[in-house]
């Protein structure tokens, strides 16, 4: 520390000192209950309630004075410190779209072999494995149970024919309950769409789905997380 930064330094903290002592002293003879600076009791609380939220040495000398310095001589009552609130909001997100394995998909169908996994349905001929099978497995949801509803994929095929994402799963759904078929959506054809499914009776294959078929067009949404 340089000659000219210790003599401020040091006058400062001789100054400090003796306004504060000065100060004390004359509000103990006068007896006066009232603050001299609303001001001064706001910096004082804060030393007294937040001595880390400043980098503000000048808080080391009230706090060496202590609590009662603050209530007795600078606000002349008790100093109860602001509760700071933890809450903190929070957003639901969205549910998100999911892509699944485009390798292992198409492998399934060229090896025209059943796919199963543990935590979808079984099907009554253990030979074959049930639709959700498929997704579970290849597209990395969750139970089918957990499974959320999204836009039809007919609506979507509607709007963006050549946009509308290849292999991401889809599923009937009746009043926002997964259905009985689902499959890999793979895209957008005349009057409906593609999808590689497997069911109970058939291994993984590419499914049209259009007004003629087995299941509703019209039942198909998108599966979402």
């Not at 003879?29 to 910096?43: F, H, I, P, T, Y």
């Not at 410190?81 to 903190?88: A, G, K, R, Y």
Request: proline residues 6%; aromatic residues 12%.
């Amino acid at each position: 520390m340089g000659p000219f930064w210790k003599y401020t330094f040091l006058t400062f903290f001789f100054w400090t000192n003796f306004l504060i002592s000065s100060y004390v002293d004359s509000k103990h003879l006068s007896g006066q209950k009232e603050a001299r600076d609303v001001d001064l009791c706001n910096e004082c609380t804060s030393c007294m309630c937040f001595p880390h939220h400043t980098l503000d040495f000048s808080c080391d000398v009230v706090i060496n004075y202590g609590r009662d310095f603050c209530e007795n001589y600078i606000c002349f009552h008790n100093i109860t410190c602001p509760t700071v609130s933890t809450t903190i909001e929070t957003t639901t997100a969205p549910p998100l779209p999911v892509t699944c394995n485009k390798t292992s998909v198409i492998t399934a169908v060229a090896l025209n072999k059943p796919i199963g996994d543990p935590s979808a349905s079984a099907c009554p001929d253990t030979t074959y494995q049930s639709p959700g099978s498929l997704l579970t497995q290849y597209c990395g949801i969750p139970l089918v149970s957990n499974w959320k509803q999204g836009r039809k994929v007919i609506d979507e095929c509607h709007s963006n024919p050549n946009n509308t994402l290849s292999y991401t799963p889809v599923s009937t759904f009746a009043h926002g309950h997964h259905g009985v078929m689902s499959g890999i959506f793979i895209r957008c054809i005349n009057g409906g769409f593609s999808i590689i499914a497997q069911t109970c009776t058939t291994t993984p294959s590419v499914v049209n789905i259009t007004h003629g078929s087995l299941y509703h067009l019209t039942d198909f949404h998108f599966v979402l997380l």
